[in-house]
């Protein structure tokens, strides 16, 4: 006997209908056997009503900083939604946002284990491998105190005031000759095409003591392709969540393979040089300190964790990716802004002009007196938010937060753009307004203000490399701007609208650079 149940699954018997239905049941007893009781006193998150199989992968859409932030408006800071089969739990709001991340840090520090970061760093990422605390612990340590020593300690005897300083000058010198050749045969340039290889450079000089040529094809094919790595890692990303679209052709995710191996095949061939030329009392970079590391074991000497060489050194693979993607985007971005509001360039030249002049390049030092610039760049910051979610984070135990149950293992986004437009924060939050980080009068940056923009996470995951960017922006942007005035290609209208990912990018574009009166025109660099 034959019982027709669905056209698409054709005829079926009685006894495999009985089947297929125990079966379903059985699953459906087990799922609710399996999920972790509500304790006494605290209750269910609230959120939209997922679909079977997919969840809310369609409410959420492409742009997950905008959805989530409207769904808060609905369910409130702390809301859950389903991605696939999996729930994830979206924080809103500086207050409970800080709650989480700092006053339950501990709590909220885990990495949930998806699928696209089993192929960052071969399944070995600092940031984004799902390692147990003690071992993300002392490798964070590790990488902390090798930028310390390799980028931002103070240098007695040269120049500059750390090997940062003089990293970023030395490219930033670069970067506006390259400019200049560019403007002089092409009559525009592409911002994002020459602020990578300038900010790779820094971080590759202080990583493996080495810098590329502006043209060079292997570092070009992989910080070009940075921004595919970005939309796969970028919080809400389907295939993470639905395991069986791992398995269906994707454009996406196999540039992303490809740009993990060419970065894994490109790191490889710069550690091995540095084991083939280890010279224990020559540490040139933080590779040989890593290196260094290893073969002392002074990891060891103090606790019980046991790292692998291949994850202390891999360590520099993170500083590495990073180090290039954040800041360049971050650059890329005031730029645009800069051409975007050609009055607030203008009121930074004249800063620059009264407090730098012409004579000298300028330093990290300089920041105190230039509060317009620093102003600049908060508000690039915040009005871009191009780190709209932190990486996810995963919760390490069972926990509550606002009255809401937690179970331990849940994915947690934390959404920093609806922070920095949140209207009970920020005064007409879309409006681009540097002078909103200023004082009074003017002439000095409001800090309290400045602390509540939010791009580099808070708490125990908070970025490591937060100071380096921070110096590597300012200075960076100080060059271009003593040297140069930016402008839109005539009758071309700059289309701002960003492109969704971990690092959210301003479409390509091309822009012109003047030079600015006093700064004659110098031949190519390389
Ligand atoms: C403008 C520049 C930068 C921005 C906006 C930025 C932002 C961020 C954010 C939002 C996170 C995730 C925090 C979280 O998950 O809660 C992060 C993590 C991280 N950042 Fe940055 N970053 C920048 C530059 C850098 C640089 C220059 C380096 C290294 C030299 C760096 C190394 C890292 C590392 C290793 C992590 C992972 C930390 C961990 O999981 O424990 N970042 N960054």
């Known amino acids: 006997m034959a019982l027709t149940i669905l056209p698409i699954l054709g005829p079926i018997s009685v006894s495999e209908s009985l089947v297929a239905m125990i079966t379903i049941c059985m699953v459906y007893l087990i799922m609710r056997l399996m999920r972790t009781k509500i304790p006494e006193g605290l209750q269910k998150l609230p959120g939209p009503k997922p679909l079977p199989i997919i969840g809310n992968v369609l409410e959420v859409g492409n742009n997950p900083h905008l959805s989530l932030t409207a769904m808060s408006k609905c369910y409130g800071p702390v809301f859950q939604i389903q991605i696939g089969m999996r729930p994830v739990v979206v924080l809103s709001g500086n207050e409970v946002i800080r ?129 595919e790595f970005g939309k796969v890692v970028g919080s809400g990303n389907p295939s993470d969540f639905i395991p069986f679209l791992r398995f269906l052709p994707s454009k996406t995710m196999k540039k992303f393979l490809d740009i993990n191996a060419r970065f894994s095949k490109l790191m490889k061939r710069l550690v091995t040089e540095h084991y083939d030329t280890f010279d224990k009392n020559n540490i040139r970079d933080i590779t040989d300190s890593l290196i260094d590391h290893c073969e002392d074991r002074k990891l060891d000497e103090n606790s019980n964790v046991q790292v692998s060489d291949e994850k202390i050194v891999g360590i520099v693979n993170d500083l590495f990716g990073a180090g290039f993607d954040t800041i360049s985007t971050a650059l890329s971005w005031a730029v645009v802004y800069l051409v975007a509001y050609p009055e607030v360039q203008e009121r930074l030249h004249r800063e620059l002009n009264e407090k730098i002049g012409k004579d000298r390049t300028p330093r990290l030092s300089d920041r105190p007196d230039l509060p317009l610039l620093e102003s600049f760049i908060l508000e690039t910051f915040r009005h871009s938010s191009f780190l709209p979610f932190t990486i996810p984070h995963c919760t390490t135990k069972n926990t509550s937060l606002n009255g809401y149950f937690i179970p331990k293992d849940t994915c947690v986004f934390v959404n920093q753009w609806q922070v920095n437009r949140d209207p009970e924060l920020w005064k007409d939050p879309s409006s681009f307004n540097p002078d909103r980080f200023l004082s009074a009068d003017g002439t000095e940056l409001n800090k309290v203000e400045g602390e509540k923009v939010l791009a580099f996470g808070l708490g125990k995951r908070r970025c490591i490399g937060e100071a380096i960017g921070r110096s590597e922006v300012f200075l960076f942007l100080a060059i271009l701007l003593q040297r140069f005035k930016f402008n839109s290609m005539p009758g071309e209208i700059l289309d701002m609208t960003p492109e969704y990912g971990l690092t959210m990018k301003h479409k390509r574009c091309r822009l012109r650079a003047t030079p600015q009166p006093g700064f004659e025109v110098s031949g190519a660099a390389s």
Request: proline share 2%; hydrophobic share 40%.
């Open 99 to 227: 709650q989480a991340l700092l006053k339950q840090g501990d709590e909220f520090a885990g990495r949930p284990d998806l699928h696209s970061s089993k192929f960052i760093s071969d399944g070995k990422s600092l940031a984004f491998s799902t390692d147990q605390v003690g071992v993300w612990r002392a490798r964070r340590k590790l990488a902390l105190s090798a930028l310390r020593t390799f980028a931002t300690v103070q240098s007695e005897s040269s120049e500059y005031s750390c090997a940062l300083e003089e990293h970023i000058s030395k490219e930033g010198l670069y970067l506006v000759e390259r400019l200049n050749s560019v403007m002089k045969m092409e009559g525009s340039f592409d911002p994002f095409r020459y602020i990578v290889v300038s900010v790779a450079n820094v971080i590759c000089g202080i990583c493996f003591g080495h810098r590329y040529s502006h043209d060079d094809d292997e570092l070009l094919s992989l910080v070009n392709l940075s921004d």
